[in-house]
């Protein structure tokens, strides 16, 4: 009887749950299925839940009259840019305040950073773009790369899990052996938050390979366009190609999907630090 008992217990505990990750799983279905069909068949009354036939001409008319190739490099390149300079930043500003009690102001400088969080970034939208005008540096990967790198969202985090997991005895004794600051952030504390910097790499390379508004305002010339500069540019004045449109957004969303699956594990881990406690 207890078997049963719990046997109902799990039904009625993953049965919903099959249910939620259908329903979320279900958006990324209907566009990989979109991306091998023709306008009308996406906009039959009675939708098909596979295509017939399989049209793979849609990929084929992508890669031959939009820029997507260059505009898959030129993503890959800012974020990969991008996600670099921000894990720097962010764990060497969260190790710097979760470990240097005695700095004048820390706490002070801290709650200013925590602060920034509460302006919008419409607002800071014409400020950045204007200091960017004048480096001279509007439609460069650095305008795309560096704003918003050391955020304040990614500096919280990362002094969250540094003050939960690196421990001041580790550091006094590197000290002792000779290590410079630089040497204990490098050599010492990165490897412990190698699970923090995979979780908020995966929210970062999510935020700016789908960041449309700053690259629609920055980037000017074709041969710099991301692929969601590009994806939404195919909406013209005339005839919108829905399939070209799906099958171009298929391209650009497996990458996220795979870097995903391929860090998951670090992620979960980077997410759950510190919810339990021994």
């Not at 710097?96 to 925590?114: E, I, M, S, T």
């Not at 790499?201 to 960041?211: A, K, P, R, S, T």
Request: proline share 5%.
């Amino acid at each position: 009887m207890a078997g049963w008992r719990r046997t109902g217990t799990r039904l009625l505990a993953h049965v919903p749950m099959a249910g939620l990750g259908v329903l979320f799983v279900f958006p990324f279905y209907w566009l990989f299925i979109s991306a091998f069909k023709d306008r009308d068949q996406i906009f039959k009354l009675r939708p098909e839940f596979l295509p017939s036939p399989w049209i793979l001409e849609n990929f084929a008319r992508v890669f031959r009259e939009t820029n997507v190739i260059r505009a898959f490099v030129n993503s890959v390149v800012i974020a990969g840019g991008h996600v670099a300079l921000s894990l720097f930043l962010c764990s060497l500003a969260g190790y710097a305040f979760a470990k240097f009690p005695r700095a004048p102001g820390r706490d002070k400088l801290f709650a200013f950073v925590l602060a920034t969080m509460m302006i919008p970034g419409a607002v800071l939208l014409i400020p950045v773009f204007a200091v960017l005008c004048k480096l001279h540096a509007v439609n460069t990967y650095w305008a795309m790369i560096v704003p918003g790198a050391a955020s304040a969202f990614g500096i919280f985090w990362m002094r969250q899990y540094a003050s939960e997991n690196v421990h001041n005895d580790l550091l006094d004794a590197a000290r002792i052996d000779g290590c410079s600051e630089f040497q204990i952030y490098w050599r010492v504390v990165l490897p412990i938050l190698k699970p923090a910097l995979a979780a908020l790499g995966i929210v970062l390379v999510i935020g700016i390979w789908n960041n449309l508004m700053w690259a629609f305002i920055v980037l000017r010339t074709e041969s710099m366009y991301t692929l969601p500069l590009v994806i939404y540019l195919l909406q013209g004045e005339q005839r919108i190609p829905f399939e070209l449109i799906m099958a171009s957004s298929v391209v650009a969303t497996l990458p996220l999907i795979v870097a995903f699956l391929a860090f998951q594990r670090n992620f979960i881990e980077g997410i759950t630090a510190g919810s339990i406690k021994g």
